[in-house]
């Protein structure tokens, strides 16, 4: 993993779809779930989202918070 991509988290946001400008980091779990089994995009959204949800599925969340202060 790129140390680079936790801040990518919380200043990236989702370039499409429903939740089309939210923060990658405050996507709701069900909707990275269901990135998770249908499929991530490819590049560097997916992996962006995998971590993410990697992230959201063991409950770590909070890990990010120091982040959003910089």
């Not at 995009?41 to 120091?66: K, V, W, Y």
């Amino acid at each position: 993993m790129d140390p680079e991509d936790l801040q990518r988290l919380v200043t990236q946001t989702m370039p499409y779809g429903k939740f089309k400008g939210r923060l990658l980091a405050d996507l709701p779990g069900n909707y990275l779930a269901w990135f998770a089994r249908e499929g991530f995009p490819q590049g560097q959204l997916g992996r962006l989202l995998a971590l993410m949800h990697e992230i959201d599925h063991n409950n770590l969340r909070s890990l990010l918070e120091p982040l959003r202060a910089r």
